[in-house]
Nanobody, 123 residues
Framework: QVQLVESGGGLVQAGDSLRLACAASGRTFSTYIMGWFRQAPGKEREFVARIGMNGGSTYYSDSVKGRFTISRDNAKNTVYLQMNSLKPEDTAVYVC????????????????WGQGTQVAVSS
């Protein structure tokens, strides 16, 4: 039911930064746990980061920990992913997702998905 739309992707060089945004429709954004996933060509979807309903309970994959920061602004119905020190291996389509009461990392635990935004990092 909820619609998610990502933005902010692009082509950057290694070491650069990008800030992704995911805008959600509806008035129930604050009731969802929000996550970011990514998928490279020929690879399975990979968990990136998660944030709880009130901005707490943040969690990151080991591959992005210390470089990426997830945040949300419930007044704007938006979740963000600040990506610093980007590496070529970060190249993927980044997708945001919403979960009802799921704090795990499996894609199957999320109920709603956006269409994704492309991030390409050149060496």
């Amino acid at each position: 039911q909820v619609q998610l739309v990502e933005s902010g992707g692009g082509l950057v060089q290694a070491g650069d930064s990008l800030r992704l945004a995911c805008a959600a429709s509806g008035r129930t954004f604050s009731t969802y746990i929000m996550g970011w996933f990514r998928q490279a060509p020929g690879k399975e979807r990979e968990f990136v980061a998660r944030i709880g309903m009130n901005g707490g309970s943040t969690y990151y994959s080991d591959s992005v920990k210390g470089r990426f920061t997830i945040s949300r602004d419930n007044a704007k119905n938006t979740v963000y992913l600040q990506m610093n020190s980007l590496k070529p291996e970060d190249t993927a389509v980044y997708v945001c997702a919403a979960s009802i009461n799921y704090y795990g990392v499996s894609p199957g635990g999320y109920h709603y998905w956006g269409q994704g935004t492309q991030v390409a990092v050149s060496s």
